[in-house]
C-alpha cells in the first residue's frame, strides 16, 4: 500500500501543476473573450479533440491497454503499442481530416445553438486546430504505456506542457479578429509537444528488436476495449449533451458551463481520481495473481479515502462557491451576473465530487476483473434517469435545471456500482463513521465556522471568501485524520 499511496502523491503533484495551469488558461480565456460568442466558439474549439478522444477512445483505451501493458515484457509492449498506435492514427486522422473540411459539424454536435452561424467566423481556425486531433488520440496510447509501467508523473505531465503552450500563445495573442485563428495554431503546436514529450519518455521501456514471450490475443483485447469504452463513452457524453442543451439558452452559457466544470475539476482531478488511477494498475496485477485479499484491501482502502477527500472538498465548496468563482474568473469581459450564473453552476458541480469518487473506484474494479460487459450495462441503466432530470431546464429554458441532472445521474452511477461490485465500502460501523461521518461532520463543521468569520469580518472580498473555503477543506480534511500520505490497512 506504501507504493500506492506514494504514487497517488506523485501523480496528484503533477496533476496539480497541469490543473492549476489549466485554471491559468481558462482565467486568461475569459479575460479575452468573456461570455460571448467568440468565447464559446475558443472554449468549443480547445475541449474537442480531448473530448473526442475521450468519448471515442480513452476510457476502454485505458481499460483494455493498462493491463496488457503490464503483463508483457518489452517486445511484447513495443508491438501493441505499434499496432494500436496505428489504429489510433487511421480513425483519429480521417476524423481530423472531416471535419477540417467541414467544420460546421462540430457546431453542430457540441453547440447547435450556433449552428445557422456563418462558417466564415470560424472555418480557417476550426480546421488549423482539427490536426490536434490525431495527436491527443496517439497522447492517449502513450499514456496508457506510461501509466502500466507506473510512470505516472511523465503522463500527468502532459496536460502541463499542453496548458502552459496555450497560455504562451493567450499572452503574446493580438486583440482583434484573427484572436481564433492564433488560438487555433497554438492548440495545434499544444498537441504536438504534449506527444512527442509522452513518446520520448515512452520509448526506453519498448525493445522493438526482440520477440514477445507473451502472445496478446487481438480479438479479446478489442471486445474488452469495447465494452469499457461504451461505459466511459456514455458517462463522459452526459455532461456534452447538458453542454448542448445549455447553448440553446443564450449566448455565452457554453463557456459558463465549461468555466464552471473546470472549477470543479481542479479538486476532482487532483485529490480524487487520481486514487483511482493509481489503484487500477495494482488492482488489475492483484487479480491476475487471482489475490482477492489483496484486491479487497486497495478498493476499500481507495474508495474510503478518495470519498474522505471528496466530503472534504464538496461541503466548503458548495457554500463558498461564488468566492470561489469570483477569485478566478472576476476579470475582464465576465460581469457581476455571469459570475453569478458560473456559480450556481459549480454549486451544482461540487455535489458531483463524492459521487465520482465512489463510482471511479467502483469502476476501476470492475475493469481489473475484466467485467466490462457488466460495468456497460450499468452504465446504459443509469443513463435513462438523465433525460428526466434534464426535462425541467429544457422546458424552462434555464441552464441551472438543466446542470441539475449532472448529480442526479452521478448519484443513481454510484449506487448501481457499488452494488454490482458486490464488495463491501466499509469495514463495519467503524469504517462507516472514519469513511463517511466523520468528514461530513468535519467539513460541515468546518465550513460553519469559517462561514461565521466572514460574517463577522463583514466583507465581500473574493480573497477573503476564497481563503475561508481553503481553511474550511484543509481543517475538514485535518479533522477527519484524513491525511493523504498516510498509510492505513482496512
Wanted: proline share 5%.
Amino acid at each position: 500500500m506504501k507504493s500506492l499511496v506514494s504514487a497517488s502523491v506523485v501523480l496528484s503533484l503533477t496533476l496539480l501543476l497541469g490543473r492549476l495551469s489549466g485554471f491559468v488558461r481558462e482565467i486568461q480565456l475569459g479575460a479575452i473573450f468573456g461570455l460571448s460568442r467568440e468565447g464559446d466558439f475558443a472554449i468549443v474549439m480547445l475541449t474537442t479533440p480531448d473530448l473526442l478522444v475521450n468519448l471515442l477512445l480513452a476510457g476502454g483505451l485505458s481499460a483494455a491497454l493498462v493491463p496488457e501493458f503490464a503483463r508483457l515484457d518489452a517486445c511484447g509492449r513495443a508491438r501493441v503499442f505499434g499496432v494500436t498506435s496505428l489504429l489510433v492514427l487511421a480513425l483519429f486522422g480521417t476524423i481530423g481530416i472531416v471535419l477540417a473540411f467541414f467544420p460546421s459539424l462540430l457546431l453542430l454536435a457540441f453547440a447547435p445553438g450556433y449552428a445557422g452561424t456563418p462558417p466564415s467566423a470560424y472555418a480557417l481556425p476550426y480546421a488549423i486546430a482539427a490536426m490536434a486531433i490525431p495527436l491527443a488520440g496517439l497522447t492517449g496510447v502513450t499514456s496508457a504505456l506510461l501509466n502500466s509501467q507506473h510512470r505516472f508523473f511523465v503522463a500527468g505531465t502532459g496536460t502541463l506542457v499542453f496548458n502552459l503552450t496555450i497560455i504562451l500563445v493567450l499572452l503574446l495573442m493580438p486583440s482583434g479578429q484573427q484572436s481564433l485563428l492564433v488560438l487555433g495554431i497554438g492548440l495545434a503546436l499544444a498537441a504536438s509537444l504534449r506527444y512527442m514529450s509522452q513518446v520520448v519518455a515512452a520509448l526506453p521501456h519498448m525493445n522493438w528488436a526482440g520477440a514477445a514471450n507473451r502472445d496478446t490475443d487481438y480479438r479479446r483485447l478489442v471486445f474488452r476495449f469495447i465494452q469499457a469504452l461504451g461505459a466511459a463513452t456514455i458517462v463522459l457524453f452526459i455532461p456534452v449533451i447538458l453542454r448542448a442543451l445549455i447553448s440553446l439558452n443564450g449566448e455565452g452559457n457554453i463557456a459558463a458551463f465549461n468555466f464552471a466544470t473546470k472549477l470543479v475539476e481542479l479538486p476532482l482531478g487532483i485529490a480524487i481520481t487520481t486514487i483511482s488511477t493509481v489503484a487500477f494498475p495494482a488492482l488489475s496485477r492483484a487479480f491476475g495473481a487471482n489475490n482477492g485479499p489483496e484486491q479487497l484491501r486497495i478498493y476499500e482502502s481507495g474508495i474510503q479515502r478518495a470519498l474522505l477527500l471528496a466530503l472534504c472538498i464538496t461541503i466548503p465548496g458548495v457554500w463558498f462557491s461564488y468566492p470561489l468563482v469570483e477569485l478566478v474568473f472576476g476579470r475582464g469581459r465576465i460581469g457581476p451576473s455571469d459570475l453569478s450564473l458560473i456559480s450556481d453552476l459549480a454549486r451544482l458541480g461540487f455535489l458531483t465530487v463524492p459521487l465520482i469518487a465512489v463510482s471511479s473506484m467502483a469502476t476501476v474494479l470492475l475493469n481489473a476483473r475484466g467485467q466490462t460487459g457488466l460495468l456497460l450495462k450499468v452504465t446504459l441503466a443509469s443513463v435513462c434517469v438523465v433525460p428526466l432530470a434534464a426535462l425541467p431546464g429544457i422546458w424552462n429554458a434555464d441552464a441551472r435545471f438543466v446542470m441539475a441532472a449532472l448529480p442526479v445521474f452521478h448519484f443513481v452511477y454510484a449506487i448501481a456500482l457499488v452494488l454490482t461490485a458486490q464488495q463491501p465500502v466499509f469495514a463495519g460501523w467503524y469504517g462507516a463513521w472514519r469513511g463517511l461521518f466523520r468528514p461530513a461532520l468535519a467539513a460541515v463543521t468546518a465550513t460553519t465556522v469559517c462561514a461565521m468569520l466572514a460574517s463577522v469580518a463583514g466583507t465581500d472580498s473574493a480573497i477573503v471568501g476564497a481563503s475561508l473555503a481553503l481553511a474550511a477543506m484543509l481543517a475538514a480534511v485535518v479533522a477527519s485524520d484524513g491525511n493523504p500520505l498516510r498509510t492505513r490497512t482496512p
